[in-house]
């Protein structure tokens, strides 16, 4: 190996490659990505989407808020059924928002604790003590 870097051929050649890499790179490249249209599960991405949305408008408080306001159920589900695919994605996302925000608090508790024993952890190993009076 030692020699083949002595050689004059070596050096040549890795100016070369070095020159014909940074010609080929020069050029910018075009990639294009787009989302391809199935028109084939349109009906079962619609359905599934109304009954996400079914499923937040049965609890118990969106259905005393929609009475509060002078709606039935089965008037805001027929409201919701002649939507637009758009519209009724729009909801169906919102209604997602909803009920990720309506657990009980359990997972701010359970971070809540990940965090007092990564604090107790961190402590322990630099040699600290933690009294409690």
Same mark, same amino acid.
């Given at each position: 190996?030692?020699?083949?870097?002595? %050689? !004059?051929?070596?050096?040549?050649?890795?100016?070369?490659?070095?020159?014909?890499? !940074?010609?080929?790179?020069?050029?910018?490249?075009?990639?294009?990505? $787009?989302?391809?249209?199935?028109?084939?599960?349109?009906?079962?991405?619609?359905?599934?989407?109304?009954?996400?949305?079914?499923?937040?408008?049965?609890? *118990?408080?969106?259905?005393? *808020?929609?009475?509060?306001? !002078?709606?039935? $159920?089965?008037?805001?589900?027929?409201?919701?059924? $002649?939507?637009?695919?758009?519209?009724?994605?729009?909801?169906?996302?919102?209604?997602?928002?909803?009920? %990720?925000?309506?657990?009980?608090?359990? !997972?701010?508790?359970?971070?809540? %604790?990940?965090?007092?024993?990564?604090?107790?952890?961190?402590?322990?190993?630099?040699? *600290?003590?933690?009294?409690?009076?």
């Amino acid at each position: 190996m030692a020699m083949m870097r002595r %050689a !004059g051929w070596f050096v040549v050649l890795a100016v070369v490659m070095a020159g014909w890499m !940074g010609l080929l790179g020069s050029f910018p490249s075009v990639a294009e990505a $787009s989302v391809i249209a199935s028109h084939g599960g349109a009906g079962d991405l619609r359905a599934a989407e109304l009954t996400r949305v079914q499923t937040v408008l049965e609890q *118990k408080v969106v259905m005393q *808020k929609l009475m509060d306001y !002078g709606v039935s $159920s089965e008037g805001a589900m027929a409201k919701i059924r $002649s939507m637009s695919d758009t519209d009724l994605h729009r909801l169906a996302t919102l209604a997602d928002r909803v009920a %990720a925000g309506t657990d009980s608090g359990v !997972g701010f508790l359970i971070g809540l %604790a990940v965090l007092v024993i990564l604090v107790l952890v961190i402590l322990m190993i630099m040699n *600290k003590r933690v009294v409690v009076r």
